[in-house]
């Protein structure tokens, strides 16, 4: 893969559910210059949220009526992404338990029949395994402050905050490219599907 574009990108959210749950925080740093946007979005269902999400986010319900709209916040971070001036082909994003992230933010994008701008998607928990193997470390724990500390990085306080979170993912990216790890067939891609809308509920454990 040549020409791609690396965004490291985290999500709050106020539940598990996509389609039912929704983004409330979402950050995003490039990679090549280290700008980062973070927003809070104000979610049209707040009564809907988890009481463990609402715990794990230090958020209130009236917390979550605060913020822009989706519709500015897709705005916002698709201006962003089309500053690098490439196509959803070649942008990649990283994020620590992606499959979780990208399935909320196809789900907001589709929420206002839009497209999310990045096709190529990038598990740092698949970067910590792999760097985990080279170090013979068995059975890693893949939350992200134990990685952290398994790379010897320092961990910014204040989890499950979309921009420390996001911080955090990226120096833990720098940190793994800086020792060679082979991304590249870690890398998948998965492009925006459209129907995400429907109610898909994961085990919390996935995103410890």
């Known amino acids: 893969m040549s020409g791609i574009i690396y965004y490291v990108v985290d999500t709050e959210t106020n539940g ?25 979005i104000a979610i049209d269902f707040p009564e809907r949220s988890s009481e463990e999400a ?11 009526k605060k913020g822009i709209s989706k519709k500015q916040a897709i705005e916002i ?11 959803s082909e070649h942008r990649c994003v990283i994020a620590h338990n992606a499959n979780f992230d990208k399935r909320h933010l196809h789900s907001l994008w589709a929420s206002q029949e839009a497209k999310f701008p990045a096709d190529l998607w990038l598990d740092s928990k698949e970067l910590a395994r792999a760097y985990a193997k080279r170090k013979g470390i068995i059975k890693p724990k893949l939350d992200l402050g134990s990685v952290l500390k398994m790379a010897g990085l320092n961990e910014r306080l204040g989890a499950h905050n979309a921009t420390i979170d ?8 720098k940190k793994m490219m800086d020792d060679n790890i082979d991304h590249l067939p870690l890398i998948k891609r998965e492009p ?10 994961y085990d919390p454990s996935e995103y410890m």
């Open 16 to 40: 598990l559910k996509v389609g039912h749950h929704e983004i409330t925080q979402i950050s995003v740093i490039r990679c090549e210059d280290k700008i980062q946007i973070s927003r809070d």
């Open 166 to 173: 996001t911080q955090n993912t990226y120096f833990l990216w």
């Open 192 to 201: 925006h599907i459209t129907d995400s809308g429907s109610s898909e509920f």
């Open 77 to 87: 971070f698709d201006s962003f992404f089309s500053e690098d001036e490439k196509t």
């Open 54 to 64: 609402l715990k794990i986010t230090n958020k209130t319900i009236k917390d979550l």
